[in-house]
């Protein structure tokens, strides 16, 4: 805290100073515009003896000069034609006065000739010099200035240049923004689905809390762990698990904190770091998103040696250097662990990488239960459901899911979460928001009907297809429509069938659109695209081609510009013409493919087709039914008793919702009268009054709900109708309870005091 508050008054002088400085040269500007105007006072007589002046201003010791031909009248002494300094007054006066008085005509005595109205007479052409003195605005300051200005200048320096000493941290540019984390909210029980992960990171926090149970065995604690793994699998959150299980001070600085604009701050804010955490061993320096810093050495063009390289050498030196740094354990995290250095992930450095997966069945699973653990989730919620519709997301897009299945729920007004809103949170996250006010033509709706229809058939027929869950033709992101699927399985590794599969699925929409429209449209790009892709990998990356066979052609490497501008590609032109041949081999078979199953299934994309025109929207179970044969008019029913069931339970939720809160309230109410009435505060009648119109406010919830047969005894007897079977929101402890019955009675009890002393009042007025 003192350190702080030093660091505030230290940033408040060098704000005065800079104040004081910027004024200073202000004033320096300002007094110097006139330099160039500034004569002796030698000159200023020979001013004056030929003629030249018309007016002076005395300031001071200074002359402010007007001259007949020079600035206006109205402008001066704001701009003048020169100026000079003078050391006597009376010298100065006197000369004025003698000039002006020569000018006026004398008789041959030395008489002044006057007029008619007996006002001396000027020479001919003479103009007399105006003058006007105020010596007394000389104040002391600008005696005083000139030193003053020497002094500040030189105190400046002097600040400055102890600022800019000692490894060159001057302005601060030089220091580590690392941030030290006193304490940490997020324990290991806040992390799931990444139990392994885990337990090589309690390692760490044991020695650190018990260093001889190791050392006692010959072992050596790793010097740095390397976190790696996708976005959002919670790396970061591993580290401030970490940070929160362990009692030690932990740094936590990202990459990007090291670059700055000015060569060599980045270095010396890497051995700022370092100083600190020796300071604090034994302590942790976590690093986020260290390929910021961390790329591979001479990847730049023409291979420089960097600011970035600078910093990433003096990061080697300090992990690993000549001198040692016992006691400091370096986390970082990254996603990118391919484009960093090998210096870097060396043993010695990082003696540990541990690779953070996307979490399987069982981990989102774990993952949902700590996500839900403070929201309300009504009884239809299936958790396992969650975890398998969820498949390949990480960590962080299943809490953005259960995010905005809460702010649905929230924006309809009800109290707990129902599995509706998870499935519409799932598809906003996958596929963006609905956007059902966008205006949409007949003929671009029929076409998006039948090329959705065309996916949903084609993932239908092949077996190696994913399950269709739902097919729209209501935009969401930059989609037109959507055909939803969903694979339920945590695949490791993806056969060769199923890939050919999935290419004609994605091709499916493009072929409908030429079976029916018999013409085609923009909307397949994606879809080639993301086809052509795949393709391309089963050829030059897995091995699939049967006529290339198991060569893997460098398709997916990383170019380095720079190390890698000029590298050729490791294989001849020909093999990149069969290259490209086989992949248009795979398409053109699935396209063939696409085309034979939709010819057979013809009339089934024109039910669909009609269905999404009038319902815009098909549900697995109903297109199940009509891909088994059911007619148009039996699924649009299914369809419509699907929306009405749904429409039903989300009003008996929010009955159910309104229910339960005015239920509490009215427990609450009864039973803060019980505890004053327990104590004296309110009599027994006053308690039955409350209890009669917690009652009646019962009942006329009741018909409003349309319960006529429901009992408020029967309802506060029953403990378990008011409490939250399914959720696991924090209650009142007993202690708050206590408190909070306590202030009630408090507060009874003041207001039974104010109207005492009101009724006296009014009894002493009647009296009197």
Known sequence: MEKKKNNSWKSIVFFIIGVVLVALLVYWVMSNNNKDKEISYTEFQQMVTSGEVAEIDVYGYTVRIRTIDGVAESKFPNSIDAYCSFMSVDELTNFIDSYNDSLYQKDEQGNYILDEYGNKLLKEGAVLIEASYSYESQSWISNIMPILNIVLIVVIGIILFKAMSGNSKGFGFGKSKARLVVSSNVKFTD???????????????????????????????????????????????????????????????????????YVGVGASRVRDLFDSAKASAPCIVFIDE???????????????????????????????????????????????????????????????????????????????????????????????????????????????????????????GRYKITMIDIQEGLNKVLMGPKKVSRVITEQDRKITAIHEAGHAIIAETLPNCDDVQEISVIPRGNAGGYTLTFDEKDRTHMPKQKLLDSITMMLGGRTAEELMLDDITTGASNDIERATKV????????????????????????????????????????????????????IDNAHKKAMEILKSKKEVIEKVEKILLDKETIYKEEFEMLFNGASVEEVEVAIDKKEQEKREYQEKAKREALEEKKTREIKARIENAEALARVGVITKQDLENIKKEAEKEYIELNKMLGKNDIDLNDILKNKDKLSDSKSNNSELTAKEKSQKSDSNIEKYKNEKLDNANKEDKDDDKNNS
Not at 218 to 244: C, D, E, Q, S
Not at 552 to 578: C, H, M, N, T, W
């Open 191 to 261: 992390v799931a689905g990444a139990e392994e992960e885990k337990q090589e990171l309690k390692e760490i926090v044991e020695f650190l809390k018990n260093p001889s149970r190791f050392t006692e065995l010959g072992a050596r604690i790793p010097k740095g762990v390397l976190l790696v793994g996708p976005p959002g699998t919670g790396k970061t959150l591993l580290a401030k698990a970490v940070a929160g299980e362990s009692k030690v001070p932990f740094f936590s600085i990202s990459g990007s904190d090291f670059v700055e604009l």
């Open 290 to 412: 260290i390929d910021a810093v961390g790329r591979q050495r001479g990847a730049g063009m023409g291979g420089g040696n960097d600011e970035r390289e600078q910093t990433l050498n003096q990061l080697l030196v300090e992990m690993d250097g000549f001198e040692t740094n016992s006691g400091i354990i370096v986390l970082a995290a990254t996603n990118r662990a391919d484009v960093l250095d090998p210096a870097l992930t060396r043993p010695g450095r990082f003696d540990r990488q541990i690779y953070v997966h996307l979490p399987d069945v069982k981990g989102r699973e774990d993952i949902i239960k700590v996500h839900v653990r403070n929201k309300p989730l009504s009884d239809d919620v299936d958790i396992k459901r969650i975890a398998r519709l969820t498949s390949g997301l990480a960590g962080a897009d299943i809490e953005n899911v259960l995010n905005e299945a809460a702010l649905l729920t929230a924006r309809d």
């Open 535 to 586: 393709a391309r990998k089963m050829v030059a990356e897995w091995g699939m081609s049967e006529s290339l066979g198991l060569i893997s052609f460098g398709e997916g490497e990383e170019i380095f510009v720079g190390r890698d501008y000029q590298r050729q590609v490791p294989y001849s032109q020909e093999l990149a013409s069969k290259i490209d041949s086989e992949v248009k081999d795979i």
